[in-house]
């Protein structure tokens, strides 16, 4: 399953302006014709309440030939938002979504996590896309609430992606087993800053199942957008045929 994920950085790019449509068509030419069956964006939504969308989702759509997860009410902030707090999952068409929820991250500024789970082929799996804490304290008390979630759910392999705000390889306590009760596996690659890459700040990692190919997306129109770069990596769906 190819995914990605971009801290679009509220379309404010290198430039210090806020351009959506930069945003829309980085996506459009960059990361779209690598046919990605999940994008996760985050910083997608304005940042003070009432967290209004910044972006089109339908052109987003008509890109990728992805939907997003947020059409129900209670998987947006309000009525004008993108997502949630930013945070705006896409997923395939094929992708039958069975559930989805917000998980509400405490803090001192409002954080959250969009988690779905879908059908791969004929196998479960569980998506959480977040934007943790810029706290490395606070990094690990979200990442141990999203693992209680996730424990106290149906077994099935996990896929955590999005800006983990994580900028040591090893992952730290917050990505730890002893935190989050998940073996979260996958390369640590650097997309922070955009121009010359040091932090490895987004991630996608997969409790069971394998992250490989993971790769931050490089592009004049990638470096201008944002000051992340977005990451990009290929998940092996444990027992998945279409894996």
Not at 27 to 42: F, G
Request: aromatic letters at 4%.
């Amino acid at each position: 399953m190819a995914v990605a994920t971009w801290n679009v950085h509220r379309t404010v790019g290198a430039d210090g302006t806020a351009s959506p449509r930069r945003i829309e068509a980085a996506i459009a030419s960059d990361i779209a014709p690598r046919r990605p069956q999940l994008l996760a964006l985050q910083e997608a939504d304005s940042d003070d309440a009432p967290h209004d969308a910044l972006l089109d989702m339908r052109a987003i759509a008509r890109a990728t030939g992805l939907r997003h997860v947020h059409g129900p009410a209670d998987m947006r902030w309000g009525a004008a938002s993108g997502g949630y707090l930013g945070n705006i999952l896409f997923v395939a068409p094929d992708l039958a979504v069975t559930r989805a929820r917000i998980i509400d991250l405490p803090g001192h500024c409002p954080r959250a996590a969009v988690m779905v789970e879908v059908l791969w082929d004929a196998t479960p799996l569980r998506i959480v896309a977040c934007h943790l804490s810029l706290s490395q304290p606070l990094r690990a008390v979200q990442l141990r609430l999203i693992g209680q979630v996730v424990a106290r759910g149906s077994t099935m392999q996990t896929v955590l992606l999005g800006d983990l705000n994580e900028w040591r390889p090893w992952g730290g306590l917050a990505l730890s087993r002893r935190m989050s009760g998940m073996e979260l596996r996958g390369r640590a690659v650097a997309t922070f800053p955009a121009r010359r890459p040091l932090l490895p700040l987004d991630r996608v990692l997969s409790h069971r199942g394998t992250v490989r190919d993971v790769a931050a997306l490089d592009g004049s129109s990638l470096r201008d957008a944002s000051d992340h770069r977005p990451l990009f990596a290929r998940v092996t769906v444990a027992g998945g045929a279409a894996a």
